[in-house]
């Protein structure tokens, strides 16, 4: 038996339920984890609260990082190899959980398991929005709200070290300090400055060929009023809440598109390539050394307890 949060009903964190629960021997194509971190997600919240609506009763968390502990057929993972997920199915707030072999990958020496566990989900995020969604080049001009989160401090230093000039936005001076460190070249505070006048500003007048938007209902008419004649809005997160039901003659009017990027959109289970698109997603983010520095220290050594606080 080990212990594990479970939710019976969409809600608060009163939801969250630790409970001790039996998890059996691995089936083929299966291994055992057990987790030695866990991340937690902004994410963790949509489900918690039914925001993402979930079959309950259900298991909650998405990332982890740990050693194998037992293996079934078919598998070429061996007991004791480290490996981390983030998209292999929910349940990770557990001390260990059975996940595809395939959608695990091996920790790479000289990253240890809480680095893992903070950085996958969030790099593999990064990752597909700056190399798929909207392919930056060196040269061009960004916009990307909430600077300063987990996913903004990554995509900062990856801009950055292509040549991107990274526009940013935050919520207080502090964070604005903490996005600058983390490669942005322009930020903007939305509570004290005028988001759009400020980034016709910096781009003379052009606007943005693309906005990268997680924050949702309080941001996104501000990110169409920012791009360019056939930018792209890219909406990645709710943070704030779900925006409004779209008018599509307003995209019309305003001559820019919307995509929304769900990371199970990049990286799905049940593409026929699925194995090889993360590894590529996760060895790019591997090879891209920065996305390992100054990361937040999340929940440590496994514990179920700990990482029932999202």
């Given at each position: 038996m080990v212990q594990a949060v479970r939710i019976y009903k969409a809600g608060g964190p009163e939801v969250?339920?630790?409970?001790?629960?039996?998890?059996?021997?691995?089936?083929?194509?299966?291994?055992?984890?057990?987790?030695?971190?866990?991340?937690?997600?902004?994410?963790?919240?949509?489900?918690?609260?039914?925001?993402?609506?979930?079959?309950?009763?259900?298991?909650?968390?998405?990332e982890g990082a740990g050693d194998v502990q037992a293996v079934g057929e078919g598998v070429s993972l061996k007991v004791g190899d480290r490996v981390a997920y983030c998209s292999a199915g929910l349940g990770a707030y557990a001390q260990a959980i059975n996940l595809p072999a395939s959608r695990l990958v091996k920790i790479p020496e000289g990253i240890d398991y809480e680095q893992a566990a903070a950085s996958l989900l969030k790099g593999q995020t990064t990752e597909y929005l700056i190399q798929r969604t909207y392919p930056l080049r060196s040269g061009e001009t960004c916009l990307f709200?909430?600077?300063?989160?987990?996913?903004?401090?990554?995509?900062?230093?990856?801009?950055?070290?292509?040549?991107?000039?990274?526009?940013?936005?935050?919520?207080?001076?502090?964070?604005?300090?903490?996005?600058?460190?983390?490669?942005?070249?322009?930020?903007?505070?939305?509570?004290?400055?005028?988001?759009?006048?400020?980034?016709?500003?910096?781009?003379?007048?052009?606007k943005v060929p693309v906005v990268y938007d997680g924050v949702g209902k309080d941001t996104f008419e501000m990110s169409l009023d920012c791009l360019r004649p056939r930018g792209l809005m890219v909406s990645f997160g709710n943070a704030s809440g779900a925006p409004d039901p779209l008018n599509l003659q307003v995209l019309a009017n305003k001559g820019v598109v919307v995509h929304h990027a769900s990371h199970d959109g990049y990286v799905h289970p049940h593409h026929r390539r699925a194995a090889a698109i993360l590894e590529r997603s996760v060895h790019t983010c591997i090879e891209w050394r920065g996305a390992y520095r100054n990361q937040p220290t999340l929940c440590a050594g496994g514990c179920a307890a700990g990482a029932s606080r999202p």
């Open positions: 969250m339920q630790l409970e001790e629960v039996e998890v059996g021997a691995p089936g083929p194509g299966m291994v055992t984890v057990a987790n030695r971190a866990i991340g937690l997600n902004f994410i963790d919240t949509y489900h918690r609260s039914g925001l993402y609506p979930l079959a309950l009763p259900t298991g909650i968390g998405l709200h909430a600077a300063a989160g987990g996913v903004g401090l990554l995509f900062g230093q990856w801009a950055a070290s292509i040549g991107v000039t990274a526009i940013g936005t935050v919520g207080s001076e502090e964070k604005a300090v903490q996005a600058r460190a983390h490669g942005y070249a322009h930020v903007i505070n939305y509570n004290t400055e005028d988001v759009v006048q400020r980034v016709l500003e910096i781009t003379a007048g052009q």
